[in-house]
């Protein structure tokens, strides 16, 4: 049996303990030191979910292309460069770059990540071909071919994924929105959106689509904010994407109206989809959340977000973990 040692995150914040584990299993846990020397030593924390990827744009990164740092001409469908590239690519050429990003996940301690999937049922086939070799969970929300509703279309999309999950409502026919999400309640399915990432949209239009979470509510004001609360809808920031953009989520009002908050790494060809990034980048840019509430974001919430069961660690629960250094935050030991 193989030991690790430090602060323990739990539900109720970090207790001071180890675990004990063995063939991906945890043993022994204990609040005092371990009884054999650990393998490491720092802060001890559940697998991170991350709550917003694209993975499906990976080969991009590969290019080494110069991305506009305009969110229209490089996401925006159906014409932006992302879209027209996903187009264009080989099959391969998709598998491979997702697999690459697949692979950064679990090296990097994610044992679960939610992906924005293009293209439709092939593009949810092209994913599931990517993860048949891999030890990670996926939650799979998957979008249309075109921006418009068909009953036919959407079936074959939820009864193959988890959910849909669209680009903001300014990009769409706003009864085009409706109809998708009526369909998606009543198959009881995940539906999310980006909302307010490049401009204000209105909350109450976003609202009545009764989405599961947001992404991005970078251009929201504290009354959207406050609304969005209200309605007890979670949102995924996705600051490293935000930033290519020139644009940061607006920590302070986040933590003042006291939205939930969990953490995502958007499109792979902008940034490596590491949680731990993403949360040592928010520390950089500001001191507003603590290292606590950050990771808390990057697990136990974002398996709430996802509806996922809590991972507690704990006597015979899966040892799915990473030990972190407390203060560089980089990863000493992962557990998957």
Known sequence: MEFVSGKVLTKNGFQKGYLGFEKRKIIETGKEKSPEKPVAKGLIVPSFVNAHTHIGDSFI????????????????????????????????????????????????GTSVFCDFREDGIVGIC???????????????????????????????????????????????????????????????KLFAIHASERLRENIEDILDLKPDFLVHMIK????????????????????????????????????????ELALGSDNAMLNNPSILDEIIFVR??????????????????ARKVLNLECHILGSNSKAEFIVIDKKTLKPLYVSL
């Open 126 to 188: 092209l994913l599931k071909t990517a993860l048949s070799s891999w030890n990670i969970s996926s939650v799979i929300l998957s979008r249309p071919d075109e921006l418009n509703y068909r009953k036919s279309e959407i079936d074959i999309l939820l009864n193959n994924s988890d959910g849909i999950g669209l680009s903001s409502i300014s990009d769409w026919d706003y009864s085009e929105l409706q109809k998708i999400s009526k369909h998606v309640k009543k198959k009881k």
């Open 284 to 301: 950089k840019k500001t001191n507003i959340f603590s290292t606590e509430e950050l990771l808390n974001f990057a697990t136990f919430n």
């Open 220 to 259: 929201a004001t504290e009354s959207d904010l406050e609304q969005v609360k209200d309605s007890e809808i979670p949102i995924v920031l996705c600051p490293r994407s935000n930033n290519f953009y020139g644009f940061l989520p607006n920590f302070k009002l986040l933590k003042k109206v006291g939205v």
């Open 61 to 108: 990164k590969k290019r080494k292309m110069k991305l506009p740092r305009d969110i229209e001409k490089l996401v925006a469908p159906p014409n932006g460069l992302k879209h027209n590239l996903l187009r264009k690519a080989t099959e391969k050429e998709l598998i491979d770059g997702m697999e690459t990003s697949i692979d950064y996940m679990i090296k990097s």
